[in-house]
């Protein structure tokens, strides 16, 4: 009867206790299915036994992977990357892979060495909401592949992509507020570099048909709870009854300054935000906002990417649109009448292949 060597356990002691060969155990460790089920099953049981765990640096040169993904965010302080992120990592645990994560700060340039550095050190890369460039972004994806894309739209093949109708969002956002009675709004704008950010401008420059004839005034800003502190002064000068905000986190930030200075939300101004992050509905008043499952959104770039490590086709590309999500911080604009019936609620966000969505 064997016992349990008092050292570190070695791939030779587990092949010693199943009576096989080194190769055949690390055939059995690495999940090839070149070994009898029978004899797999004796290797497992002996390696057991001793409390064996495979050397994780040899077992990635064996089977060529690392077991490890890298996601790549503008700004992990922001509670929407979080979500992302929390997606993504539960879903890549489920396949016995994990996460490396890198935060670029914002900085398109520190954005490509990240990404580069990441995809050297693992298996895939997911890049969330890249802020720079489209000429260089769809340079870069080929030198990163496999790589799922995600907030962000690029043409380059092979590339899967989960990408956000932000246009749609905001425009729901100016015809709630139209439907109040507000006639100017104020865009608290997001950082330049954002395609996000343009994407909302886009919205705002074809609004539907029922908040036509707002005046949308555009007070530039960042993403940040800061930035929308720091925008009060802007939003109260530039006379708008209504501020929509480039994210939930610079309404909070604008939500927080008013509350100092004793503006009255929404009875003097009406506040929007957009994401719909975790702590939106708690806020004083409850933020208005267009909600997108940026949970979801993780796990759908791990099927893809984990399809492309496969050798599989990943499912098709989508766009996700936003729903709103009225609450307590819109009302009538100051001077009307509250409308006879509350502001419908849209449609869940739905998950439409690229090519087939419908404007709200």
Same mark, same amino acid.
């Given at each position: 009867?064997?016992?349990?060597?008092?050292?570190?356990?070695?791939?030779?002691?587990?092949?010693?206790?199943?009576?096989?060969?080194?190769?055949?155990?690390?055939?059995?460790?690495?999940?090839?299915?070149?070994?009898?089920?029978?004899?797999?099953?004796?290797?497992?049981?002996?390696?057991?036994? %001793?409390?064996?765990?495979?050397?994780?640096?040899?077992?990635?040169?064996?089977? #060529?992977?690392?077991?490890?993904?890298?996601?790549?965010?503008?700004?992990?302080?922001?509670?929407?990357?979080?979500?992302?992120?929390?997606?993504?990592?539960?879903?890549?645990?489920?396949?016995?892979?994990?996460?490396?994560?890198?935060?670029?700060?914002?900085?398109?340039?520190?954005?490509?060495?990240?990404?580069?550095?990441?995809?050297?050190?693992?298996?895939?890369?997911?890049?969330?909401?890249?802020?720079?460039?489209?000429?260089?972004?769809?340079?870069?994806?080929?030198?990163?592949?496999?790589?799922?894309?995600?907030?962000?739209?690029?043409?380059?093949?092979?590339?899967?992509?989960?990408?956000?109708?932000?246009?749609? #969002?905001?425009?729901?956002?100016?015809?709630?507020?139209?439907?109040?009675?507000?006639?100017?709004?104020?865009?608290?704008?997001? $950082?330049?570099?954002?395609?996000?950010?343009?994407?909302?401008?886009?919205?705002?420059?074809?609004?539907?048909?029922?908040?036509?004839?707002?005046?949308?005034?555009?007070? $530039?800003?960042?993403?940040?709870?800061?930035? #929308?502190?720091?925008?009060?002064?802007?939003?109260?000068?530039?006379?708008?009854?209504?501020?929509?905000?480039?994210?939930?986190?610079?309404?909070?930030?604008?939500?927080?300054?008013?509350?100092?200075?004793?503006?009255?939300?929404?009875?003097?101004?009406?506040?929007?935000?957009?994401?719909?992050?975790?702590?939106?509905?708690?806020?004083?008043?409850?933020?208005?906002?267009?909600?997108?499952?940026?949970?979801?959104?993780?796990?759908?770039?791990?099927?893809? %990417?984990?399809?492309?490590?496969?050798?599989?086709?990943?499912?098709?590309?989508?766009?996700?649109?936003?729903?709103?999500?009225?609450?307590?911080?819109?009302?009538?604009?100051?001077?009307?009448?509250?409308?006879?019936?509350?502001? $419908?609620?849209?449609?869940?966000?739905?998950?439409?292949?690229? #090519?087939?969505?419908?404007?709200?």
């Amino acid at each position: 009867m064997s016992t349990r060597p008092s050292g570190r356990v070695t791939i030779a002691h587990v092949a010693a206790e199943a009576g096989v060969s080194r190769a055949t155990v690390s055939r059995v460790m690495n999940g090839l299915a070149t070994v009898d089920p029978a004899i797999g099953t004796r290797v497992r049981a002996a390696a057991e036994k %001793l409390n064996y765990t495979p050397n994780t640096v040899a077992r990635s040169l064996a089977i #060529g992977r690392t077991q490890t993904v890298a996601i790549v965010v503008p700004d992990l302080a922001n509670p929407m990357f979080q979500e992302t992120l929390r997606g993504l990592s539960r879903a890549a645990a489920k396949d016995d892979y994990r996460v490396l994560v890198a935060d670029s700060v914002e900085n398109p340039e520190e954005e490509v060495i990240l990404a580069r550095e990441a995809r050297r050190r693992c298996d895939g890369l997911v890049l969330v909401a890249p802020r720079m460039d489209a000429a260089r972004l769809d340079a870069l994806l080929p030198e990163l592949a496999p790589v799922v894309l995600v907030n962000r739209s690029s043409g380059v093949p092979g590339v899967p992509v989960l990408a956000v109708d932000y246009a749609s #969002g905001i425009r729901s956002i100016i015809a709630h507020l139209s439907q109040l009675g507000h006639r100017r709004i104020a865009y608290v704008a997001g $950082p330049s570099a954002s395609a996000g950010d343009r994407a909302r401008r886009e919205g705002l420059q074809h609004p539907l048909p029922t908040a036509e004839g707002a005046e949308i005034v555009v007070i $530039p800003c960042g993403a940040m709870f800061e930035d #929308g502190y720091a925008a009060r002064d802007a939003v109260m000068d530039s006379r708008a009854t209504a501020a929509v905000c480039f994210n939930d986190l610079v309404a909070m930030g604008l939500l927080g300054a008013l509350h100092e200075t004793g503006v009255a939300v929404p009875g003097q101004l009406s506040v929007t935000g957009f994401d719909d992050i975790q702590f939106a509905r708690y806020t004083v008043p409850a933020l208005t906002t267009a909600s997108v499952p940026q949970n979801e959104l993780g796990e759908q770039a791990w099927q893809r %990417l984990r399809a492309l490590l496969d050798g599989r086709e990943p499912d098709q590309d989508v766009d996700v649109k936003p729903h709103l999500e009225p609450r307590a911080s819109t009302g009538p604009a100051p001077g009307t009448e509250a409308p006879a019936g509350r502001t $419908p609620r849209e449609a869940p966000a739905d998950w439409m292949p690229r #090519g087939t969505r419908t404007e709200a």
